[in-house]
């Protein structure tokens, strides 16, 4: 029974553990690999001896496919790729390509060097790893092998980010990955196309979800930068993705204006040297408009936005500085933090997760007392606020998408099946779909009904269409023909193209049959009457009465002939080909019942 | 910059905090199930509309460092399907239950809010024996042991069933026939009707109708449909609210004698009277909030009010469903609902005809 089976991977309902298997027609493919953020054992990982219990994992899997640059959906890849054991391709976007390696490093230098963790991927592996990578790009199809093709979608939520389509013959899955259905200051929104297919595998979160809107995000954002600069205070904003930097760039640059505000804003160098390689990544995943806006302005060309200098760190008076590393957990961005820590009239706006053992973990728990190196400990004194700008879609969106795919069916990964009542029922009515709730380790299984094509001989049809009366659109019409199944290949032609094709000599069956009838005219009035009372009765057939005297439906033969010893019957001989068995048999019980009279 | 964008701006100063929602069908019904859950459900008719349980975010709900909870989204906890439209819905408190009141079908319907799943299911329905098709009863709830349910679409057919036994336990037992316009349960013997007409009166349910009523409001009216809420508190607690702006404060003790009349800045007449809505702050002294002309929901504070004829502006104008309308519609929204936080003083929930639902934490220019 061809089927699609889907089992989302690793121990517990928690979310934040991305990794999914698929089967389909055959092909096995990995969704994502990522890691639970909240676990430092191998709770974190993926539990991938699911996927098979013996033998290698590049022999079971054709690909591994990765959504977009968050940990928690690639942060895994190289443990697993490296440690595990996978040589065969992996596939993301060129942005996922660039900007994973750097968050994998990072995360590395801190399980390593500040949790001192042992069993770790090292930086090398980090590396081997992604010489497996092949990029792909938006809307390509790419072929895995002769039968699995691929195509990336754009998701918004990231740079980079795409929900993807896996294709064989005539089934497919899509995976949405993380996505966002209302375009942003710098990323669009997610766009699907009408492609039907047999399953859509996303997350449950989204559908239990109602979204406080985009412009109510940016409003507290600048709220609490104008509330701080107003009473003098410092603001620092650790970033990493250049993309949401620029995004609240823009954001605070377009208040300043409005406002008439003074005080300073900075963009720290760590940034600005990445800009121009994000630059060109940045551009061909942006909608139009935005285009328009970083072609019309270079990066830092901002009125109110300078770039900033260590030095000014020291000077007094409000300012906002956007600097790097994103969690706090090195390098500039800590620097800044360490000196403006003590003042409560300072802020510090955390705008995305912070793995544990940074420092941004440790503040967003609640911390207060640090403790940094060489014993010292930090009060932490100034404002800490965390904010959420990550895109994601909620329940009106996912209802959005499920619109625009139109799949048959739809899975939802991380969720509780038993507490989810409500959200299937609203699935299936409104789009008269089936909807399966998996739990971590369950398989789910599709059954499906792939269409097999097969070609027909232009000859087969031809002659078809010469025997009889033209084909009714509205009747089945019985075809006889040979199907031939070679090398994945279907096709229908006549029997003796057949049997020609394999060299064998054809045998034919036919069946004869006897009726008498009492006529005593000669045979060939006999077979006049036979002619014309089958004419009339058989309007649906081809009744011919040939030069010879014999009379024809379609294929099967009538002759008259005389009875051996009584004169005044006569034998009409029917002859059939086995093929012809039904309407030969209905031929012979009519002739049976005799002919009209003559008039 | 666009005019929401400056509204945007502005709204930095007056609002603390402002979140702002799109629900899949706006709803009519914004209640209360503790203080940290909402129920809202859709009213369109020839649909299955929704009902839904829905979470606060949690920096709304948490005392302390609410700058460490990036969560500004609402939950969707439970959820059902009705295939009426809704108008009126009350949660039993102390129980799972909710009764909703709605059109087509002249009854009561009553919900369970499942514990072990996301399901709100219909459990039974309370027959209302309406004649009137077009008519839906309003409801109120006597929360007690054995809980209550008090409907009514006229002065006549007031009753209270029993919500369990189904058994009428109070009837008006009057055959004056005047429309009701609110319903509200006072305690556990005592409830408020307002008419549309604007009378209004407290009824005890332990005597033989016998309410203490206002006169018909005569001057300075021009009759229009009106609304009522009791609010707690000594003095002028009940607020009367008509379509053509009058809003009327009147003292339980001696309802023929309003306290005072005033003309509410409101565009006038109101575009459907159904929707009028006026309600007592729980957490501010003597401040109520209006909605229903526009889309517009407007904060009092009617301390120093007394007279007849008064003009009075607001102390604060919630202009967000205006201004954040992102549908685009040629027609501008309608507030349809509101409700106060039972915690927050200043946060007030409303919703509109665009299907939005805001949160909003208004900043008191006036205070020093």
Known sequence: MPEIRVTPLGAGQDVGRSCILVSIAGKNVMLDCGMHMGFSDDRRFPDFSYITRSGRLTD?????????????????????????????????????????????????????????EARFFTSQMIKDCMKKVVAVHLHQTVQVDDELEIKAYYAGHVLGAAMFQIKVGSESVVYTGDY??????????????????????TESTYATTIRDSKRCRERDFLKKVHETVERGGKVLIPVFALGRAQELCILLETFWERVGLKAPIYFSTGLTEKANHYYKLFIPWTN?????????????????????????????????????????????????FRKWAGNEKNMVIMPGYCVQ??????????????????????????????????????????????????????LLVHGEAKKMEFLKQKIEQEFRVSCYMPANGETVTLPTSPSIPVGISLG??????????????????????????????FRLVSSEQALKELGLAEHQLRFTCRVHLHDTRKEQETAVRVYSHLKSVLKDHCVQHLPDGSVTVESILIQAAAHSEDPGTKVLLVSWTYQDEELGSYLTSLLKKGLPQAS | MEPSEDWLVESLRLYQDFHAFDLSGATRVLEWIGDKGILVSGYENLKKNEILHLILPLRLSVKENQGLFPERDFKVRHGGFSDRSVFDLKYVPDTRLLVTSGLPGCYLQVWQVAEDSDVIKAVSTIDVHEKEGHLWPRVAIFSSAAPGVLHGTRLSSLKVVDLESQKTTYSSGVSDDELLSSLQVLDTDTFAFCCTSGRLGLVDTRQKWTPSENLRPSSGSTGGRWCAEAGRGPGPSIASLGSDGQLCLLDPRD???????????????????????????PGLDNCLAISGFDGTVQVYDVMSWDGIGRQVEPLFTHKGHIFLDGNGMDTAPLVTTHTWHPCKPRTLLSAASDASLHVWDWVDLHAV
């Open chain 2, 255 to 281: 309802l023929c004698q309003p306290v005072s009349l005033v003309q509410c800045p409101v565009s006038t007449p109101s575009p459907d009277p159904e929707l009028l809505r006026v309600t007592w702050a």
């Open chain 1, 60 to 116: 079971f899997l054709d690909c591994v496919i990765i959504s977009h640059f968050h940990l928690d959906h690639c942060g895994a890849l190289p443990y697993f790729s490296e440690m595990v054991g996978y040589d065969g391709p992996i596939y993301m976007t060129q942005p996922t390509q660039a900007i994973c390696p750097i968050l994998l490093e990072d995360y590395r230098k801190i399980a390593v060097d500040k949790k001192g």
């Open chain 1, 180 to 201: 966002n259905m209302t375009p942003d200051r710098h990323l669009g929104a997610a766009w699907i196309d009408k492609c039907r297919p047999n399953l859509l595998i």
């Open chain 1, 357 to 410: 053992g940074t420092v941004g973990h440790k503040i967003l728990s609640g911390q207060r007392k640090l403790e940094m190196e060489g014993r010292q400990v930090l009060e932490v004194k100034m404002q800490v606020e965390y904010m959420s700008f990550s895109a994601h879609a909620d329940a009106k969106g996912i209802m959005q998408l499920v619109g625009q795919a139109e799949p048959e069916n739809v």
């Open chain 1, 288 to 336: 139009q408009k935005i285009r328009k806006t970083f072609v019309q302005r270079n990066m830092f060309e901002f009125k109110h936005i300078k770039a900033f200098d260590r030095a000014f760190a020291d000077s007094p008076g409000p300012m906002v500085v956007f600097a790097t590393p994103g969690m706090l957990h090195a390098g500039q961005s800590l620097q800044i």
């Open chain 1, 460 to 489: 087969l049809l031809k002659r078809e269409m010469a025997q009889g009366l033209l084909p009714d659109a509205k009747k089945p019409r019985l075809l006889h023909g040979t199907l031939i199944m070679k090398d994945s290949n």
